[in-house]
């Protein structure tokens, strides 16, 4: 089944994109990336360190899409200083704005992201913005140039769930962005439930990296994620207040 997401001009057959934090070695990452099918990958600037016998990017095959992460931004000023580093260091065009403020939830600051994809988007970056999932900064996102929007579903690492689900179904009906459910998921069934509400893609991180198996975790969200797809796909059935029998209820006692 053809079924791709073209974002900032790249064609992607998997849609599932993960992070490269927490693992208890680096050396996990290429498997990681292979069993869960992967084409995007978020790594965070600051652990980018091409003096390092074990940069994180060396991990990561040269197949896959960079998309580095203004993590640790506090202002949109530092997220865009963030993004332009991350271009001049050759990881490409492609930035997750993340503006955060708040250091108890890691709540995004929507303003501050705003402000920060206007000034990027203009200079050519294929911005996708971590944003909490609030309709008016989508579409405010969605006129600086955002690519994409990547609402919440619960506090980044904390594995809850689409705590936000109903937000972002709204996002999902009332924008023609592709919404990224990002942060909070933490199990298969979730990402797949994301799915089937229609959202274009997930971006996740600790329920891989801190499962006692990643690497059989990397391939139970692939297939989450491409069984979400599917349904979305084939249109779920109606839900019923009533019972509805499968089967006719006349004819059989005639």
């Known amino acids: 089944m053809q079924d791709p997401l073209m974002i900032g001009g790249v064609t992607l057959t998997s849609r599932l994109f993960i ?14 990336i292979t069993r869960s099918g992967s084409q995007v990958i978020t790594v965070a600037l600051r652990r980018v360190d091409p003096e390092s016998s074990d940069n994180i990017v060396s991990h990561i095959p040269s197949h ?7 993590s640790g931004a506090r202002t949109a000023e530092e997220a865009v200083r963030i993004a332009r580093l991350a271009r001049s260091a050759g990881l490409g065009n492609w930035v997750k704005i993340e503006v955060i403020n708040d250091q108890k939830y890691l709540l995004p600051d929507n303003m501050e992201t705003i402000r920060a994809t206007e000034i990027l988007a203009a200079e050519g970056f294929v911005v996708l913005p971590y944003m909490s999932p609030d309709l008016s900064a989508a579409l405010r996102l969605k006129a600086a140039g955002a690519a994409a929007v990547m609402p919440l579903g619960a506090p980044i690492g904390s594995n809850r769930g689409l705590q936000t689900k109903e937000l972002i179904r ?32 997930v971006l996740l991180n600790t329920a891989i990296a801190t499962a006692s198996d990643p690497l059989l975790m990397a391939e139970a969200f692939r297939d989450a994620v491409s069984a979400g797809r599917k349904a979305y796909l ?8 009533t019972a509805a029998a499968s089967s006719p209820l006349t004819g059989f006692l005639a």
């Not at 992070?19 to 990681?32: A, W």
């Open 170 to 201: 709204i996002l999902i009906s009332e924008t023609d962005l592709p919404v990224i459910v990002d942060a909070g998921i933490g199990r298969p069934s979730e990402a797949a439930e994301a799915m089937e509400m229609g959202a274009a893609a």
């Open 234 to 241: 084939a249109g779920l059935g109606p839900v019923e207040e």
């Open 19 to 32: 992070g490269t934090g927490k693992y208890s070695r680096n050396t996990l990452i290429p498997e990681v």
């Open 64 to 70: 896959m899409t960079l998309l580095p992460n203004t």
